[in-house]
């Protein structure tokens, strides 16, 4: 999905609520990201014209809080928290989601198999779209770790 900056974005969204988990002192998501304004969008495996740069989910940690919530590589961030993470610096979306006062990170995302399911439902009823799209988003999942 890309966009021109400046113009507003049209987009299939799904919420994901992630609890960090306590490792120490730290708190983990269990993914990373790669994107950003200040990237070269080039070198982004997963924007389809190499020229968005949005923030990416490039890494998910097998068994860990992200993958437990049904994030998946390749999901696009377009909030964080309600913050919008459509024209940020690498830097920033890396701040806005490693907020140490925040125990739950809550995401939107777009990812390509949401927008198919709208593209594949025009022409057919209401009913039969919302269907189709509660049997590809699935539920929002939190699962709870233990907090720091």
């Given at each position: ?28 998501l269990g993914f990373s990201i790669g994107g950003g304004i200040d990237q070269d969008p080039g070198q982004n495996p997963f924007s389809e014209d190499k020229s ?97």
């Amino acid at each position: 999905m890309s966009f021109v900056p400046g113009q507003p974005v049209t987009a299939v969204v799904q919420r994901i609520e992630i609890q960090k988990l306590c490792q120490g002192e730290n708190l983990i998501l269990g993914f990373s990201i790669g994107g950003g304004i200040d990237q070269d969008p080039g070198q982004n495996p997963f924007s389809e014209d190499k020229s968005d740069k949005g923030i990416y989910v490039t890494r998910i940690t097998p068994g860990g809080p992200a993958e437990v919530a049904g994030l998946r590589m390749g999901d696009k961030i377009m909030q964080v928290n309600g913050w919008d993470m459509t024209m940020v610096t690498h830097d920033q979306a890396r701040k806005k989601l490693t907020n140490k006062r925040e125990d739950v990170v809550r995401l939107l995302i777009t990812r390509r198999s949401l927008e198919e399911v709208v593209k594949q439902s025009k022409g057919k009823s209401p009913q039969t779209v919302i269907e189709g799209h509660r049997a590809t988003q699935g539920q929002q999942r939190t699962k709870h770790f233990h907090n720091c």
